[in-house]
C-alpha cells in the first residue's frame, strides 16, 4: 500500500458513534502516524471551517473526543453519513462530510463562534472553539472533482458496500470497531437458533457482517447451522459439523445418510460421522462421503457462507443455502 493512501481513513457514522459522542481512529492509522499525533487536532473543511477537537489515547486506540459532539450538530452528521479524512501532519485532518444520497454536502456558509454546552466532556473550552474561517467556498452540487483524486475515489467506490454492510451492522447494534465485538455475533446467531464454530468469533469484520446479512436473508424457522468455508473443507472431501448442532440433531445419526436439499430442488446424500470432541468440550462431527461431490455441485468456494436448516428430524433432511464470497450478499 502507497504511503499516501495510509494518510487517509473513512468512517460511517453509526447510531453507536452518536450514542458515544467520539469517534475512534483506525488501528492501521494510528499504527503509522499516532505517535506525531498531539492532544488535540485541527479539523478542516471545504467551506474554509477550521475546528479544534480533543484526541484522547487509551492503549492502542485514539478517537476524537472533546469539540467532536459540537462538529457532528454543527454539520448535522448522522446516521449513515460517510466522513472521508486526510491526514494533512502536524495533527490536521482535511474532512468530506457525504450524506445518506451519497453526495458532499453543502457545507454551512457562515458561522459565528461556537461552545459545546457539555462541558463534563471537555478538558478544555477551547478545544470546542471554531477557531476561524477563510472565504467560504461556494457548495457544489456535485463532487466531480473530488473524483479526481485516485484515493478518494478508492474509498467512494468501497462506500456503497461499506455502507450496504453498515446497515446490517446498525440493525443489531455491532460496533467492529477494534475487538469489542468478537462475541456478539455469537450472541446473535443463538438467539436465531443457528449455530456456528466456536472459533466463529474470530472471523474478520466483514466476514461477521456477511454472516449476520446471510441469516437474516435465510431466515431459518428451524434449528440451523452456519458454516464459512475453508481450505479444510473443500480440500480433505469433509466438512465440520457445529458441536451443538451435531450433538442434538445429529449423534444418534452417526454413519447415517443425511439429505441436502437446495431452493431448486436438488439432492444430496451425505454421510454424517462423529468426531473427535473439539477443544475439549464434546465432539461434534463431519460430513464425508457425499460432501465432494455436494461442494463441487455448488461450486464452492473458500470463503462462501452454507446454511444448513433443519427441515426433517426423522430421516434427517437439511436445506441448504449457499452465499457466495464472489457474489453480492446485500
Not at 499516501?4 to 457514522?13: R, T
Not at 446479512?213 to 479444510?232: E, Q
Given at each position: 500500500m502507497a504511503a499516501?493512501?495510509?494518510?487517509?481513513?473513512?468512517?460511517?457514522?453509526r447510531h453507536s458513534t452518536l450514542q458515544h459522542k467520539k469517534l475512534v481512529i483506525p488501528k492501521v492509522f494510528v499504527k503509522k502516524f499516532g505517535n506525531e499525533l498531539s492532544t488535540v487536532s485541527t479539523l478542516t473543511v471545504p467551506n474554509g471551517g477550521v475546528w479544534k477537537v480533543e484526541l484522547t489515547k487509551g492503549g492502542k486506540n485514539i478517537w476524537f473526543h472533546g469539540g467532536w459532539p459540537a462538529f457532528v450538530e454543527y454539520h448535522s452528521i448522522s446516521n449513515g453519513y460517510?466522513?472521508?479524512?486526510?491526514?494533512?501532519?502536524?495533527?490536521?485532518?482535511?474532512?468530506?462530510?457525504?450524506?445518506?444520497?451519497?453526495?458532499e454536502i453543502r457545507y454551512p456558509h457562515c458561522c459565528v463562534e461556537q461552545k459545546d454546552n457539555n462541558q463534563?466532556?471537555?478538558?478544555?473550552?477551547?478545544?470546542v472553539e471554531i477557531i476561524g474561517y477563510l472565504t467560504p467556498k461556494p457548495p457544489s452540487s456535485d463532487s466531480t472533482a473530488s473524483f479526481e483524486n485516485p484515493i478518494f475515489r478508492r474509498g467512494y467506490e468501497a462506500q456503497s458496500k461499506r455502507r450496504k454492510m453498515e446497515e446490517v451492522v446498525d440493525l443489531y447494534e455491532l460496533d467492529f470497531v477494534g475487538d469489542e465485538s468478537e462475541h456478539e455475533l455469537l450472541d446473535i446467531l443463538e438467539k436465531m437458533r443457528i449455530s456456528v464454530k466456536r472459533n466463529f468469533q474470530y472471523i474478520n469484520a466483514e466476514e461477521k457482517v456477511r454472516?449476520?446479512?446471510?441469516?437474516?436473508?435465510?431466515?431459518?424457522?428451524?434449528?440451523?447451522?452456519?458454516?464459512?468455508?475453508?481450505?479444510?473443507?473443500?480440500?480433505?472431501?469433509?466438512?465440520?459439523v457445529p458441536f451443538q448442532f451435531a450433538k442434538k440433531y445429529l449423534i444418534r445419526k452417526d454413519a447415517e445418510l443425511i439429505k441436502l436439499h437446495d431452493r431448486d430442488g436438488r439432492e444430496w446424500s451425505v454421510k454424517f460421522r462423529k468426531s473427535l470432541p473439539e477443544g475439549g468440550g464434546g465432539g461434534g462431527g463431519d460430513f464425508i462421503h457425499g460432501w465432494t461431490k455436494f461442494s463441487k455441485d455448488k461450486n464452492l468456494k473458500k470463503g462462501d457462507i452454507c446454511m444448513f436448516e433443519l427441515i426433517r428430524e426423522k430421516n434427517i433432511v437439511l436445506k441448504v443455502l449457499v452465499f457466495h464470497s464472489s457474489s453480492s450478499i446485500f
Open positions: 499516501e493512501s495510509l494518510s487517509h481513513f473513512f468512517k460511517i457514522i460517510f466522513l472521508l479524512f486526510r491526514y494533512l501532519k502536524n495533527s490536521t485532518f482535511h474532512v468530506l462530510i457525504f450524506d445518506m444520497s451519497a453526495c463534563d466532556e471537555l478538558e478544555d473550552e477551547d478545544s454472516a449476520i446479512a446471510a441469516a437474516r436473508l435465510f431466515r431459518p424457522k428451524n434449528p440451523s447451522f452456519m458454516v464459512i468455508m475453508r481450505h479444510r473443507d473443500l480440500s480433505k472431501g469433509t466438512m465440520y
